[in-house]
């Protein structure tokens, strides 16, 4: 009983020891990385979908991109960097309106014109820091 009460503390220890380690290797990532990794997850996701012709999917991201972005775009002060980030909102919308038609041809054009304006804040606003 003994052996295997002391077995089980040291497991108890080992599993503690192994959960905190886990955690402290993963850093925080700060909030404009955390909008930005939803995004190409939804971008992922989206191109799956489209694929797969599963457009009430499609649609459901859409709308959780025109939201985020619309949010966040709202508070950005950089004039560019707010028309961008509105102007994908409002692309991410018309995905949504094309999903609910099933017209995978505007909703890969749509897709294309979402990717120029990430990569043109991208290069124009991110990499100029
Ligand atoms: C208004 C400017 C702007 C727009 C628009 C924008 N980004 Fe970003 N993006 C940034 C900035 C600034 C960073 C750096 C954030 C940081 O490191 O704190 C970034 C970082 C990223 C990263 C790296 C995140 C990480 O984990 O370090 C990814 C991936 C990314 N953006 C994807 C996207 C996608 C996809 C879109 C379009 C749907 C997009 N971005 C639209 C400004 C923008």
Redesign the pocket.
Known sequence: MKKIISLLSVAIFAVAILAFAAEDTKPE?????????A??A??TAMNKNLDAKYFVAVAKDADD?AVQ?KK??EN?Q?P???E??LA?SSLAKDISTASAKQDGDTVKIKLGE??G??????AK??DK?
Do not use: D, F, S, Y
């Open positions: 990532l700060r909030p404009a990385q955390k909008i930005m990794q995004r190409v939804w971008l991109l972005a966040v775009g950005i950089n560019l960097g707010k961008l980030t994908i979402i990717k304006k990430c990569g043109e804040c991208h606003i991110r820091k």
